[in-house]
């Protein structure tokens, strides 16, 4: 069944028969071909983003549609009714960080009509693959050799000569571009501040222009937090993994992945035994075998991993969350609340809940949950009363934290796992 993006994207080029653009690094033979988890690079000769936004407002099938404007391009988030999702960069110059490196009235001369769809050159997409991943530190990426390979060996052997004679460069074949090479982009660059394109002043205007860029960006596109709770054996570690694909490929997002908390300061146990043996013992400890009785040595130990939450949070938000990126919690400060015992602890559960008030809070929290028979197929780490009892604390709290803060505290029955990734990923497309 054709899912509502395609149907998205074949209306859009429809629509699009008379306008002045080029799909870039276009390789599909049809539009609609192109990869779920692929976004759309559109470069205009006049810049078009209200026709695009528009357009996307008016479809039925779009849910909602956000966008994020620099100074050379728009970025269009179009959510589909149906759960699927597309990015559409619309560009009107190709330009990195300060210099351009294919000019406006060049792209032009490159335009072409292949398979209906209006894009360029291969020599041109060659050239704009070459040039785009060197200047960001990149070769060019596997899935286009196959593409290029199609082509006669006299047209490609043509195009690496052209390729070399016009940027001085010495590419002896098409495999080598497939790793970064930092002498390339030297010279690239090189031939680059050479073109009219990016004299003195026209260069200065744009490095102030991408400053400006920067600081909208910090303040635009800043990411959040997401934390996952659950007994063991309630599927929490494979929700979380396949979340994470969820936000990688299908939301373009940057990911990263902490255990329980910040972790600015070491694993206790590493004053004793050093920060690998430490982190090694952890691993493969089985939790809640801690015999701990003291509330003195609990209090100080809490105390410590407080401190972690507390100051860790600047260190998350500076590290992470001020370049967008998704910080995924392997479980968060709620065990402390409902399941001490995991991390050695024995203290009245009131105390840390109330402390929470000062901790940071992610924008989302899912508790998930099974039946406890359910949860003993898969690990046999608890017994049945525990799972019942943990779960129920862990519902009473999400429940009135939902209530007492503004952050989105959800409890999911995780028996079928298409279901829960549905859940998900639809809560988070609100917050994109």
């Keep these: 069944m054709t ?5 998205f994207i074949q209306s859009l080029f429809t629509e699009l028969q ?8 276009s390789i599909e033979k049809h539009i609609c071909a192109i990869d779920e988890s692929s976004d759309l690079d559109i470069w205009w000769k006049n810049e078009q983003d209200d026709f695009l936004a528009d357009f996307a407002q008016n479809q039925s099938c779009v849910e909602k549609v956000s966008s994020h404007r620099q100074s050379f391009m728009n970025q269009l988030f179009i959510f589909f009714k149906d759960g699927s999702f ?8 190709l330009i990195r960080k300060d210099l351009i490196y294919l000019a406006n009235d060049y792209l032009k001369t490159q335009q072409i009509i292949r398979n209906g769809i209006k894009t360029y050159t291969y020599f041109c997409l060659l050239e704009h693959l070459v040039l785009f991943n060197h200047l960001n530190f990149s070769g060019i990426p596997e899935k286009y050799f196959p593409y290029f390979e199609e082509l006669s060996e006299k047209s490609l052997k043509t195009m690496l000569i052209h390729f070399n004679q016009k940027y001085g460069t010495s590419i002896p074949d098409l495999s080598s571009l497939a790793a970064f090479q930092p002498d390339l982009r030297k010279q690239l660059i090189q031939y680059l501040e050479q073109r009219k394109a990016n004299r003195f002043l026209l260069r200065l205007s744009a490095k102030i222009q991408y400053g400006m860029d920067s600081i909208k960006n910090l303040s635009d596109q800043r990411g959040f937090l997401i934390s996952f709770s659950g007994v063991d054996g309630a599927g929490k570690s494979t929700i979380l993994k396949e979340t994470r694909q969820i936000l990688t490929k299908k939301f373009r997002k940057k990911t990263v992945v902490i255990r329980h908390r910040p972790s600015l300061l070491p694993i206790l146990s590493s004053f004793v035994y050093g920060k690998k043996e430490a982190e090694n013992r952890s691993a493969t400890r ?18 410590y991993y407080y401190a972690d939450y507390l100051f860790g949070r600047s260190y998350i938000f500076i590290k992470y969350q001020l370049r967008n990126y998704i910080v995924l919690y392997d479980r968060y400060y709620f065990d402390f609340i409902i399941d001490g015992k995991r991390t050695n602890l024995k203290l009245n559960k009131a105390f840390p809940k109330w402390l929470y008030r000062f901790v940071q809070k992610p924008k989302f929290n899912f508790f998930l949950y099974a039946p406890a028979e359910i949860i003993l197929k898969r690990k046999q780490e608890l017994e049945p009363q525990a799972i019942k009892t943990l779960t129920v604390g862990y519902q009473s709290l999400f429940a009135e934290f939902e209530e007492a803060y503004e952050q989105q505290y959800f409890s999911i029955e995780n028996i079928e796992k298409e279901k829960t990734l549905h859940f998900i990923s639809a809560k988070l497309a609100q917050a994109m």
């Design 18 to 25: 008379d306008k002045d653009y080029i799909l870039l690094k």
């Design 86 to 93: 597309l990015q559409i960069d619309s560009l009107y110059k």
């Design 286 to 303: 089985l939790p809640r075998m801690g015999n701990n009785t003291s509330r003195l040595n609990s209090l100080l130990r809490f105390s």
């Design 3 to 7: 899912n509502q993006r395609k149907l």
